[in-house]
């Protein structure tokens, strides 16, 4: 695991209270799981078993974390430095604002997809650079499936403009 172990290693040097931790082990992060489980009908049921979460600088994994190789721990570690990175920015409450509400919470979130579309734009990257062009073209349907479906509680229900959106950031890889 040297790559991942050195690209948390720069991550801390960048922020330097990063940390990663379980979700298994914050009653948070479990309570989350099941507002995520009501307020997506039951759509987003794997928010504490598939999904890794940056939240006032941790990094919060699910046990599938010990699983996954050193390529994808650095693809995922690069996505979820982006939004460190617009935290830094932006600050806690202007970037959970901008991440909760513009314009609905659910079904239409601007405010969202374009934090996401910005992380997401390092994980095609990161996944050219470190795998190959073809692994990060096969990403397209997953992302497309996240952004309209409950993973993000439909942030953005046009899935063409995520098709082009993927699609020419894509070709920029050129």
Do not use: C
């Not at 935290?87 to 604002?97: C, E, L, P, Q």
Request: aromatic share 16%.
């Amino acid at each position: 695991m040297k790559l991942s172990e050195d690209f948390i290693a720069e991550m801390q040097r960048e922020f330097p209270r990063f940390s990663i931790r379980y979700k298994r082990d914050s009653g948070f992060q479990r309570a989350i799981h099941h507002a995520l489980r009501v307020v997506t009908f039951g759509g987003m049921s794997t928010y504490a078993t598939n999904y890794h979460t940056v939240l006032f600088g941790t990094l919060w994994v699910p046990d599938s974390w010990d699983r996954m190789s050193d390529i994808d721990r650095v693809i995922l570690l690069r996505h979820e430095r982006i939004h460190l990175r617009q935290r830094a920015r932006m600050g806690d409450a202007v970037m959970s604002f901008v991440y909760l509400f513009p314009i609905f919470p659910l079904f239409l979130a601007y405010g969202r997809a374009r934090i996401e579309w910005e992380a997401y734009e390092e994980t095609i990257t990161a996944t050219a650079e470190l795998v190959s062009k073809d692994a990060a073209r096969a990403l397209k349907p997953q992302i497309v499936r996240r952004f309209v479906g409950p993973d993000y509680g439909w942030m953005w229900p046009f899935p063409k403009t995520i098709e082009r959106w993927f699609d020419a950031h894509f070709t920029s890889l050129s």
